[in-house]
């Protein structure tokens, strides 16, 4: 085995985590981007540590980490929706945990090699905002661990889905 091939072979990661990355966003073409003034004044310095500059937050520290209300959980600097609740579990690490996103085209992954580990980094597909790693050892169906910082996310409650699901059905009826 030569030296390429070493280097290749460290840097290999799962074929799963592969093949996720593939039907994810290039995080290299964000739709929106923001000056860093801009962003200083809207995030809180947890919330600007976390998602400019790849921080984490402690450990069960997260508003969300044990959060189990119905609602979805959008990128707290651009406000896309990420996650839904219905795919959020209790993975005991400390951090929220989702099994799936709510569509793969809003987030965009990336490998991470800092702090000697080989990670998966998630970021968020519209403004490249930092949210968190995945793994591959998540409970079915997916078997995917999203692994986020709540410091990155702004929870909306489901009321407001739901009133919207009724005015919806009510216009369908009216409609046919
Ligand atoms: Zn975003």
């Known amino acids: 085995m030569n030296i390429l091939h070493a280097v290749t072979a460290q840097q290999q990661i799962s074929p799963k985590l592969q093949k996720l990355q593939q039907t994810c966003k290039d995080g290299k073409e964000c739709r929106t981007v923001y000056s860093k003034e801009e962003l200083k004044e809207k995030l809180t310095p947890l919330q600007y ?9 402690r450990a069960f520290s997260g508003e969300y980490n044990s959060l189990n209300a ?11 929706p990420i996650f839904s609740s ?6 005991k690490s400390g951090w929220p945990s989702f099994y799936d996103v709510l569509d793969k085209d809003q987030i965009a992954l990336k490998q991470d090699v800092s702090n000697n580990m080989i990670r998966t980094e998630v970021t968020c597909g519209n403004c490249g905002a930092h949210l ?8 079915e169906p997916t ?3 999203y692994c986020i910082n709540s410091a990155a996310l702004a929870f909306t409650q489901s009321t407001q889905s739901s009133k919207h699901n009724e005015e919806y059905s009510e216009k369908i ?4």
């Open 49 to 57: 540590r976390v998602t400019q500059e790849k921080g984490t937050e």
């Open 70 to 80: 119905e609602g979805v959980y959008n990128c707290v600097v651009c406000g896309v």
């Open 86 to 91: 219905e795919s959020k579990f209790n993975s």
């Open 132 to 139: 968190g790693h995945v793994f591959t050892d998540g409970p």
């Open 143 to 145: 078997g995917t661990r």
């Open 173 to 176: 009826k009216s409609e046919l």
